[in-house]
């Protein structure tokens, strides 16, 4: 516990250790003000607010209260000039279902105000505009993994696939890998043959 110290003008301050400093810190005071009952999720969502914004660099990071699910949320950006990201921290141990998940993704949402100016994150590629949140699943170690989930399919990026050269170094040839993306309908060339390449 935190002990009572008087400072110079004899007022009551806190001093605060080692055990209790995320208790005074101004975000996790912020999520506490909201009256959320769920003390594990608050406590998992600032240390994702931390990750977020001292190990990950993100810019912009702000914490927001989502009513519906009775859960904080976090928003902000990989750099500076990104998109605007929508963070749900959560437990290792809750249970996910494709109910919950379609939860998450329907009620995590900035309001109005909110996106005023910013560009929120979604697929570019879907023609129905996809809303993304990504997941940020803490362990009691508070070790943190992030999985982008969304509302609707998003087709996969296309594959990669190798082309062989050969390259000449002196008297030898020496086959190289290069690797080029191309559209999946993109015929391969004849000069691309791969079956007696490989």
């Given amino acids: 516990m935190a002990a009572a110290v008087m400072d110079a003008e ?45 190990a990950k660099n993100w810019w912009n990071v702000e914490i927001h209260p989502c009513h519906k699910l009775g859960m904080v949320f976090i928003s902000g950006k990989q ?7 929508l963070v749900l921290p959560i437990s290792a141990n809750t249970p996910l279902s494709n109910e919950r998940l379609h939860e998450f993704t329907a009620n995590v949402r900035l309001s109005d105000d909110e996106t005023e100016g910013q560009n929120v994150e979604t697929e570019p590629e879907s023609e129905s505009k996809a809303h993304c949140v990504v997941l940020a699943v803490s ?20 594959p990669k696939q190798t082309l062989v050269q ?17 559209e999946p309908d993109e015929p391969v060339t004849d ?8």
């Avoid at 005071?29 to 977020?52: H, N, P, V, W």
């Avoid at 750099?79 to 990201?85: A, E, H, R, S, T």
């Avoid at 390259?167 to 020496?174: A, D, L, N, Q």
Wanted: proline residues 4%; contains cysteine; negative net charge.
């Fill in 10 to 54: 004899g007022q009551e301050k806190v001093k605060v250790d080692g055990e209790n400093w995320f208790l005074h810190h101004p975000k996790y005071t912020e999520m506490m003000s909201y009256g959320f009952e769920d003390k594990l999720q608050l406590r998992i969502a600032f240390l994702s607010y931390l990750d977020l914004c001292e």
């Fill in 79 to 85: 750099n500076k000039k990104g998109d605007l990201q």
């Fill in 139 to 158: 362990d009691s170690d508070s070790t943190t993994v992030y999985y982008r989930i969304s509302d609707s399919l998003i087709p996969p990026d296309p």
């Fill in 166 to 182: 050969e390259v000449s170094k002196g008297k030898r040839k020496k086959r190289k890998a290069v690797f080029v993306a191309r």
């Fill in 191 to 198: 000069e691309e043959n791969w079956d007696d390449e490989l």
